[in-house]
T-cell receptor, first 112, second 112 residues
Framework: NAGVMQNPRHLVRRRGQEARLRCSPMKGHSHVYWYRQLPEEGLKFMVYLQKENIIDESGMPKERFSAEFPKEGPSILRIQQVVRGDSAAYFC??????????FGQGTRLTVV | KNEVEQSPQNLTAQEEEFITINCSYSVGISALHWLQQHPGGGIVSLFMLSSGKKKHGRLIATINIQEKHSSLHITASHPRDSAVYICAVPMYSGGGADGLTFGKGTHLIIQP
């Protein structure tokens, strides 16, 4: 049973481009969480999803950011028209209901 | 929303020393998480605990639900224990499956 898989591990985008970050949860895990870690700052919650549903997106910026967890395939965090301030490490975690969350290795996004 | 305070923010110790990291949170929770993050690396979930004490190798985590306080101890510390240790709790009171809110982390350096 592979762990939480995130790809790519590193992503470089120019300002104005789109960034797509993928997360494949552990097998059998129905809950996916996205967190962001800005340089020199702590982790912050972005969004909590279950299959085909967004449960809590209170941590997502209102514009340019979106997330999905389709019935088939990985969860996607999408950032449109990236800006330098979006440069951060984005972590995905998955868990069964009410159990310990397992984290992926993160995607380090650099906007140039 | 829950708030998390960790101390100390930075800790440098000599090999073999007994290490204690503290975490306090503001509202009642179902469980608390201790995480480990190495420089440039991913996040590893060390413990999820809702009462009492858990032990894994040289790591011990305790929680006092009434006092809203948890501690992470490392016995016989080793340079490979050098990392950032992060305390995390559910964002909302009693929210077991909710996203997590994190402490700022404790930067631990163990010198040989």
């Amino acid at each position: 049973n592979a762990g939480v898989m995130q790809n790519p591990r590193h992503l470089v985008r120019r300002r104005g481009q789109e960034a797509r970050l993928r997360c494949s949860p552990m097998k059998g895990h129905s809950h996916v969480y996205w967190y962001r870690q800005l340089p020199e700052e702590g982790l912050k919650f972005m969004v909590y999803l279950q299959k085909e549903n967004i449960i809590d997106e209170s941590g997502m910026p209102k514009e340019r950011f979106s997330a999905e967890f389709p019935k088939e395939g990985p969860s996607i965090l999408r950032i449109q028209q990236v800006v330098r301030g979006d440069s951060a490490a984005y972590f995905c975690a998955s868990s069964p209901p009410m159990e310990r969350a397992f984290f992926g290795q993160g995607t380090r996004l650099t906007v140039v | 929303k829950n708030e998390v305070e960790q101390s100390p923010q930075n800790l440098t110790a000599q090999e073999e020393e007994f290490i204690t990291i503290n975490c306090s949170y503001s509202v009642g929770i179902s469980a608390l998480h201790w995480l480990q993050q190495h420089p440039g690396g991913g996040i590893v979930s060390l413990f999820m605990l809702s009462s009492g004490k858990k032990k894994h190798g040289r790591l011990i985590a305790t929680i006092n639900i009434q006092e809203k306080h948890s501690s992470l101890h490392i016995t016989a510390s080793h340079p490979r224990d050098s990392a950032v240790y992060i305390c995390a709790v559910p964002m909302y009171s009693g929210g077991g499956a909710d996203g997590l809110t994190f402490g700022k982390g404790t930067h631990l350096i163990i010198q040989p």
